[in-house]
């Protein structure tokens, strides 16, 4: 082949590189089934996906309460590189940024609606405000004066009981809200994972990064959607090093529902995947 044929197939790849778009990133698919054994939900099961790449994680959410592959699925999306929580609905093709700034606003807006609140409470006698002070203290989801947290502690014990689940080696660990076992995770390490070493650290940014959220606005952790989430399953990736491979979750003492790993992948994901879908509205968080 001569130099000048050389020359012009080279510059035919770059072109065709360039007009196909952005490369695929090589990434790490995790595929979860959940079965639900409690509720109208009882017996029913539901699957999905979490994608991980860099940084960044996308994971789907239950649009609402229900079982079923038939079940409608959010998105929530992690993108670590930005320090940003996207929160995606697909019923009204529309999605939420959270972030620092996105929590001023809402913290300002969250701010003068308590200054009106205390104003109507002054208004009422003591048994009146008493109540409504005690309703507003479980709506808000355990916040106490000034935002103070006054829910139970959550903690995550080592059993040290070994089992095979999956095929993987585990340990399990049993998590607590105060005195009341929660969820039992057997727990394997991220080296059994494939991919899992270099995905381990998007999962923990991401439970940081919620952490941090629920933590600087939990006055309004009862009246959102998302802030409304235990913060047991997400802080699971800081305290346990690990990914869970079997979840069973408690209520009463009662197995609610099962969360079982049925695969891992490494593939090639879109670029996009971790972006808002196009076509789709941005909202802004507080009071729509």
């Avoid at 590189?81 to 606003?105: P, W």
């Avoid at 079997?246 to 529902?257: D, Q």
Wanted: proline share 4%; net charge negative; with cysteine.
């Amino acid at each position: 082949m001569s130099r000048s044929s050389a020359r012009s197939r080279t510059a035919a790849v770059f072109v065709t590189t360039i007009l196909a778009g952005s490369p695929l990133l090589a990434g790490v698919v995790f595929e979860v089934e959940t079965t639900y054994h409690s509720g109208s939900t009882a017996g029913r099961s539901t699957s999905s996906e979490m994608s991980v790449e860099g940084k960044n994680l996308k994971m789907e959410i239950l649009a609402g309460e229900g079982g079923g592959d038939s079940a409608e699925k959010d998105e929530a999306i992690f993108r670590g590189d930005l320090g940003q929580m996207v929160i995606v609905d697909h019923r009204t093709r529309s999605y939420m940024e959270i972030d620092g700034e996105a929590l001023k606003g809402v913290g300002g807006q969250m701010a003068e609606a308590m200054k009106a609140v205390e104003k109507q409470l002054e208004g009422l006698d003591p048994k009146q405000r008493e109540m409504m002070e005690r309703m507003l203290k479980e709506r808000m989801g355990g916040a106490g004066a000034a935002g103070q947290d006054t829910r139970p502690p959550v903690e995550f014990r080592n059993t040290g009981e070994r089992g095979d689940k999956q095929g993987y080696p585990c340990v399990r660990w049993d998590m607590f809200v105060g005195q009341t076992k929660m969820q039992e995770l057997w727990v394997t390490d991220w080296s059994n994972i494939r991919g899992g070493v270099e995905v381990a650290g998007a999962f923990r940014e991401m439970a940081a990064f919620y952490s941090e959220l629920l933590d600087s606005f939990r006055e309004m952790a009862g009246g959102m959607g998302f802030f409304n989430a235990d913060r047991g399953p997400m802080e699971a990736f800081q305290k346990v090093d690990g990914f869970p491979v079997v979840t069973r979750s408690f209520e009463g003492g009662e197995l609610e529902s099962e969360t079982v790993l049925e695969s891992v992948t490494e593939r090639d994901l879109d670029p996009d995947a971790f972006e808002p879908p196009k076509g789709y509205r941005l909202r802004t968080m507080g009071p729509q």
